[in-house]
């Protein structure tokens, strides 16, 4: 596993450095959900300090048992109101936010905890109906209310294309996420900055990182196929 994970890092490296970006500014997401604690572990050993999960209750059962380490857990699953509680407890940072229901949650959740609960907004940017995700066309209302509550920070935005085997096909996508990101930029006030996307998975990462992602979130490229 060691060597998979230094090819990645040495992957996500590369591609910033060939496309002007500083390398520091790209973080790797190691993508845990179903991978047993002992090679949770491994990873660790070789030098992963972030993970993500993607579902509340194998967390929990999972983060009991590594307690002691130094790492950073990031929700990245699709989430249920009445797991937020659990969620604040747990994640570092929650990068499906979708609905304002969600938010509100969170934030009464995170005053609870007295904790600042760092999110990003997923977004369906395919506008497929499968999948998760606020409507581009709506997130400007919701981020307009969500930085208002506050023990929530909105750190940026995540997006999920569609699955394609070639990732030239993804590329619109993760552009089109830096683009919505750019133009919230603009019409909010006071600006929101919005530096995180996070965008890019096992096949298609280095594309995702030319257009912009600061987190790309990879679990089969380092930990193999899940069953
Ligand atoms: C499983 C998952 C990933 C990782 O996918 P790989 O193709 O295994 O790298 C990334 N993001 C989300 C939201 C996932 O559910």
């Not at 919505?180 to 929101?192: C, N």
């Amino acid at each position: 596993m060691i060597k998979r994970i230094q090819n990645i890092k040495k992957r996500i490296e590369e591609t910033a450095v060939g496309c002007g970006r500083d390398p520091s500014t790209v973080r790797l997401v190691a993508v845990s959900k179903t991978i047993p604690v002992n090679r949770v572990k491994e990873a660790i050993e070789a030098g992963v300090t972030v993970f993500g999960e993607n579902y509340v209750q194998e967390a929990r059962e999972k983060f009991s048992q590594l307690a002691t380490y130094p790492v950073s857990w990031h929700f990245i699953g699709h989430l249920q109101s009445n797991k937020a509680k659990y969620a604040v407890r747990l994640f570092d940072m929650i990068h499906s936010v979708d609905t304002l229901k969600l938010a509100r949650e969170l934030n009464k959740q995170a005053q609870k905890n007295a904790k600042i609960q760092n999110i990003l907004i997923q977004i369906n940017i395919s506008k497929e109906s499968s999948k998760s995700g606020a409507d581009a066309e709506n997130v400007l209302d919701l981020i307009d209310k969500v930085r208002h509550l506050e023990n929530l920070s909105v750190k940026g935005l995540m997006t999920m294309p569609p699955f394609f085997n070639d990732p030239e096909k993804a590329r619109p996508y993760f552009s089109g996420l830096r683009n919505l990101r750019d133009r919230i930029r603009q019409e909010t006030s006071p600006e929101i900055a919005l530096d995180e996307l996070s965008m890019g998975m096992t096949g298609d990462f280095e594309a995702a990182i030319q257009e912009g992602a600061t987190l790309v979130r990879i679990g089969t490229a380092i930990f193999g196929e899940r069953i």
